[in-house]
């Protein structure tokens, strides 16, 4: 894996900046450069030495989580967040976000800053949680459904495994009525492991002593199944990919993944297929 430059954007507030204890275990892990991003606010900073201001919180801040020699550079940005955080999220390899900031999921409330870059965001975004520890990396769920877009994250996690030997499993979860006969079922289950067999074979393995797969029946939907699955197992990263260049959908309330990232107590690492970033170059 190459050198990460990672981008890690604050609002100043605690919780918000939970975000950089992630990205100091990045640093020593992966050998990750880290560059804070605050965008400036009327609201907290004004007159014209606000910039200055700005600043000089920002690094008193970063001074509390990152070693010096991990910080490639600090930005103060007069964008709106979400402007501030895309814009410079085209020239960074992986954005770290923590879900519960000021301006951050707030139970995913739609305009909330985390989300619409996940939507934007053509980089890799990883949404962290409060206490949830990412390294030791020992266990990483790959969530799939065998479509291009999907399989956009599989360079990532084969990254991810070989620098840290974590186990990866991969998972699709059949949903399924009460109505579909059992024979349509068994077949279709068939057909999802020939699947994973060929992707398996195709993208890890390299790896491929490490990497499980189970696409199991329920009648739950997919995001509460995988919610419980999560809970079971206790990975150290959930890894998804968005449906397309808008993301998420729109994150429409509902829809697999934002409701993975709302209720899972799991960091999340999301991916857009539109992303031409590689991490082993």
Known sequence: ??????????DLSERSNNAFRIAAEFAKSAKATVTPLYALTKTRYDGVDAEERAMADLE???????DKKSIDNLIVSNLKPVDAVVDNGKEFDLIIMSSHGKNGFNRLLLGSVTEKVIRLSHTPVLVVKDHENLFPMEKILLTTDFSDNA????????ELAKLTNASVHMLFAIVYSATEPATHLEAFVRT??????ADVEEYFSEISDRVTFEAPL?????HEFLAIHVDEHRYNLIVMSTLGHTGLDYLRMGSTTSNVIRHADTNVLITNPMSKINWNK
Not at 60 to 66: A, P, S
Not at 151 to 158: D, F, G, I, R, W
Not at 192 to 197: A, D, L, N, S
């Open 218 to 222: 329920t009648k739950k939907s997919a």
């Open 60 to 66: 008193n801040i970063v001074d509390n989580y990152l």
């Open 1 to 10: 894996m190459k050198n990460l430059r990672i981008l890690v954007p604050t």
């Open 151 to 158: 399989k956009k994250s599989y360079p990532l996690v084969l």
């Open 192 to 197: 999802k492991e020939k699947q994973f067999r």
